[in-house]
């Protein structure tokens, strides 16, 4: 830096005009990377997926040219019982989720934001799940899910001195939607906590000492004090909770392959199997079409509930 | 939070802090339950990557035998960790660091110089490429990836390195973090280095990069997370061991008859190591205001 300060007075001294074009040709330069990037491998492939999803293009090019369908896939999506009964997992893995992952990590946020020793530690080994991969969870949970000895199983069993059969947790049709809801709610609740942590911080020291004053009691100053600072990010919280639910993949492509019976199948595998093993690209691209314009649609409800708190 | 700090008559001030005491016990022994449940099958994970026997892996997980191991072994990592071969994971982790640096690395900078230039530069279009990123941040991966897989295998691109890093270097979130956290330094910090006649890229580079560590670990630890745990992108567009990453190959585990839990759970214990190594690192900080100060956006 020291180094190259004998030449400013030199730059100064140009007349403004060359100035300012050499910021704005600097500042373009630093924003091209970033805007290209975001051209082409995000706002190129989006709206070619508008145009695929009316196409019949298949996964490897063939002689026959790629024909324009029109609403065709749409229809043919919305006539398959496998994705409206994959929607309605996915629909069912939200209602489980919200409730879990967002009451463990509010729970664990107000816990933490107390003062006391080792704060820090544990707001660290909080966290150590949500930076955990879901190849690895898979790992650790596979085998505590595993039928009919393994450990949920055994303490199971032994808690209830064996009158409780053993569960197949992720063989079971009834079961298995509700087993990945624990795994994915143990493994990504940490953000969440997180933002909790955020929100809490957000909300200043004199709105309780003020209630304090006014002889307001814990559960008092929780409710009328803590509760209504929380607003925003209760919305968000919820808000990304959902978008992420309507986004399960991994953990069911890993453990049940979308089974048994379909228990598990959720868009986005039913969006995947399309387009790979069954090679239908625009089938698959009018899913994606569809799974956007849901998150979409749970966004701009954030946005509209956002502004009516502000009021 | 504070009741003490506040001046209040003896007795008052006595109840008080019984109350709180009481209230402390309870919080402890919450936060001790749920560490419990959070942390142990971690714990379990490294204690049945130890032991030898993948039998006996599952019979000694439904007891205390779980988190115990008498004749700890590193076997399983020999078996997994090498760098060619069935069992190659040593190589895939390598091909997950290398993915990893990379990406993290030009996103750092890719992302940096964008949300700074949207933050203090004058360039016409700001306000429009600002509204845009928002807007785009709500397009999720899952819905650009059918095309995206046709343009890069139509560009050639399948089973590289680059496909895995190019894709997601600029990302709509952590622009716009890099933004937000840009926007409220000082005004006066910039006009200075101005009068100074530094050019825009020496500010950014030489004044307000080197202050915004917060943001840098922040954006570091959710990337190096985003980029470590890709799984449905990488089996898409990887066929071969070449640049097969190591949650690619964790999962084909699952594929088998009858699954290797000690081959497994060691090299879920070697895909740990490093993610655990970034966040430790940059954990200090790692602000959660600074995470939180996006929910408004």
């Known amino acids: 830096m020291t180094l190259q300060q004998s030449a400013e007075p030199a730059v100064a001294a140009r007349p403004a005009w060359r100035r300012d074009k050499s910021r704005l040709f600097q500042e373009m330069g630093m924003l091209a990377p970033a805007v290209a990037l975001l051209t082409i491998f995000l706002i190129v492939p989006f709206l070619l997926s508008f145009w695929t999803a009316m196409t019949n293009q298949p996964l490897v090019p063939r002689p026959t040219p790629v024909r324009f369908v029109g609403f065709g896939n749409f229809l043919r999506i919305l006539k398959d019982d496998l994705f409206w009964t994959s929607l309605w997992n996915v629909s069912r893995f939200t209602f489980w989720i919200l409730p879990v992952q967002c009451g463990l990590a509010f729970a664990t946020a107000l816990l933490l934001h107390q003062k006391m020793p080792f704060q820090n530690l544990f707001r660290g080994l909080f966290f150590l799940p949500a930076i955990t991969s879901m190849v690895v969870v898979c790992v650790i949970w596979g085998t505590l899910f595993q039928y009919p000895t393994g450990p949920f199983n055994q303490v199971i069993g032994f808690l209830s001195g064996g009158t409780i059969e053993p569960i197949d947790w992720l063989g079971d049709p009834n079961w298995a939607m509700f087993s990945i809801v624990l795994l994915s709610a143990w493994q990504a609740y940490g953000f969440q906590m997180i933002v909790y942590l955020a929100g809490l911080q957000s909300i200043p020291d004199e709105l309780y000492d003020a209630a304090r004053i006014d002889g307001a009691n814990a559960l008092q100053r929780f409710w009328h004090v803590t509760m209504p600072g929380l607003r925003p990010t209760h919305v968000f919280v919820l808000v990304i909770t959902t978008i992420q639910a309507f986004k399960l993949y991994t953990q069911v492509a890993i453990l049940t392959q979308g089974g048994p019976k379909s228990s598990t199948e959720t868009v986005v595998h039913y969006m995947v199997r399309s387009g790979f093993e069954e090679q239908k690209l625009g089938y698959a691209s009018a899913v994606s079409v569809i799974l956007f314009l849901i998150v979409l649609v749970i966004a701009l409800l954030q946005r509209q509930l956002l502004r009516r708190f502000d009021v | ?297």
């Open chain 2, 1 to 297: 939070m504070s009741d003490i700090a506040i001046s209040t008559p003896q007795a008052q001030m006595t109840r008080t802090r019984s109350a709180v005491g009481s209230l402390r016990i309870v919080q402890t022994a919450c936060i001790l339950v749920i560490a419990l449940v959070i942390v142990s099958p971690l714990f379990m994970l490294l204690i049945a990557s130890l032991k030898d026997d993948r039998f006996q892996i599952l019979a000694d997980m439904g007891s205390f035998r779980a988190f115990w191991v008498s004749d700890p072994t590193l076997a399983n990592f020999a078996e997994v960790g090498n760098f060619s071969g069935e069992l190659a994971f040593g190589r895939y982790l390598l091909n997950s660091l290398i993915i990893l640096a990379l990406t993290v690395g030009s996103g750092l900078i890719v992302n940096s110089m964008a949300g700074f230039v949207l933050a203090w530069g004058s360039v016409r279009g700001r306000a429009l490429i600002l509204s845009l990123v928002i807007a785009l941040y709500v397009i999720p991966q899952e819905s650009i990836i059918m095309p995206l897989v046709i343009m890069v295998s139509r560009a050639g691109m399948t089973d590289t390195f680059a496909v895995q890093i190019v894709p997601w270097i600029a990302s709509p979130l952590y622009i716009f973090l890099f933004y937000q956290f840009f926007a409220q330094l000082p005004k006066e910090l910039f006009e200075a280095a101005q009068i100074d006649g530094a050019s825009i890229f020496r500010i950014y580079r030489s004044i307000f990069l080197p202050l915004s560590l917060p943001a840098l670990a922040t954006v570091s630890i959710l990337m190096g997370i985003e980029s470590w745990n890709q799984y449905l992108w990488p089996i898409l567009v990887t066929q071969t061991d070449y640049a097969r990453p190591i949650a690619v190959a964790i999962a084909t585990f699952f594929g088998q008859d009858s699954i290797y839990w000690d081959r497994a759970m060691a090299a879920s214990v070697l895909m740990m190591l490093p993610i655990l190594a970034l966040y430790l690192a940059f954990q200090r900080w790692f602000v959660s205001s600074f995470v939180g100060s996006a929910v408004k956006g």
